[in-house]
């Protein structure tokens, strides 16, 4: 009789961090995602939830508009950008580091 295994992954957008979560059973594999869940937050370092105050204090501005920054997703991972354009009508060029 051929067995059947379910497998739950949780894994980041860059591939760095994963947690894997494999069994036999359905309804363990359920189970087992909640401790999964657990230890991939732990191990992204990102906390389920942040107070409002903290996001903001978190987004970085330009300093050649004073305009907040716009986290973006790229080719190689996040990264923040200015959304504004400069007096010669280009695009800021100013990366938050």
Request: hydrophobic share 25%; charged share 25%.
């Amino acid at each position: 009789m051929a067995q059947i295994t379910y497998q739950v992954t949780l894994s980041t957008d860059d591939g760095k961090f994963a947690v894997t979560a494999q069994t036999g059973d359905p309804q363990s594999v359920k189970r087992a995602l909640a401790g999964a869940r657990q230890i991939y937050d732990e191990l992204t370092g990102e906390p389920q939830s942040k107070p409002k105050e903290q996001i903001q204090e978190d987004i970085p501005v330009c300093p050649e508009h004073n305009q907040p920054m716009v986290k973006q997703r790229g080719k190689y991972g996040t990264f923040w950008s200015c959304h504004q354009k400069n007096a010669d009508g280009g695009w800021c060029t100013y990366k938050a580091q």
